[in-house]
């Protein structure tokens, strides 16, 4: 992999050395790390946008998931799972209705179109803000950068280097 903008901030750390890189615009900002991704969505993130940030870190890394919590009505249930989601558990809610827990899984496409369009109806509310675990090392990191920048104009923000311990 190629020296990117991150290296140039510290020539005496490498790679392995980076704990969390954030990049972002004025729509989006995106924080990633090894084993959690943060995303936040400004009120004015297009559709074209969020779609094109979720569709990057699918293809960068299957592995990725999102845990979601609805209230529904029984019927409502089983269309979770119609949508691609893994249900992980359901009980019935105090206000009525179901507390649903389910993972969406970005190795299934059906299941990333339902979570952009969750996005994109809470972003009618105001910001909006996720976080997605997956697998992920700080290279796939370097690479989701590299992909937004191209197809977003994400810019760096800011790079968070492990702390040194003494062993």
């Known amino acids: 992999m190629q020296n ?4 140039s901030w510290d020539k005496t750390k490498s790679l392995n050395d980076i704990a969390l890189v954030e990049m972002g615009n004025n729509d989006v900002i995106l924080s990633g790390s090894i084993g959690k991704i943060g995303l936040w969505f400004g009120r004015q993130a297009t559709f074209d946008n969020v779609s094109k940030v979720i569709q ?9 998931e999102h845990e979601k919590e609805v209230i529904c009505s029984y019927d409502e249930i089983s269309q979770c799972g119609d949508q691609g989601c893994i249900i992980i558990s359901y009980a019935r809610h105090r206000g009525g209705g179901y507390r649903v827990i389910f993972t969406i899984p970005f190795c299934n496409n ?9 996005i994109i109806k809470e ?3 105001g910001d909006v803000k996720k976080t997605l675990h997956w697998n992920g090392s700080i290279v796939k990191v370097m690479l989701l950068f590299d992909e ?7 810019k760096l923000l800011n790079v968070e280097y ?3 311990t003494d062993a």
């Open 123 to 125: 972003l009618t509310s």
């Open 162 to 164: 492990k702390e040194e």
């Open 56 to 64: 990057s870190v699918a293809g960068i890394d299957t592995s990725v």
């Open 110 to 118: 059906q299941a990333c179109i339902y979570f952009i369009n969750s």
């Open 148 to 154: 937004l920048k191209k197809i977003l104009n994400l």
């Open 4 to 7: 990117t903008e991150i290296l």
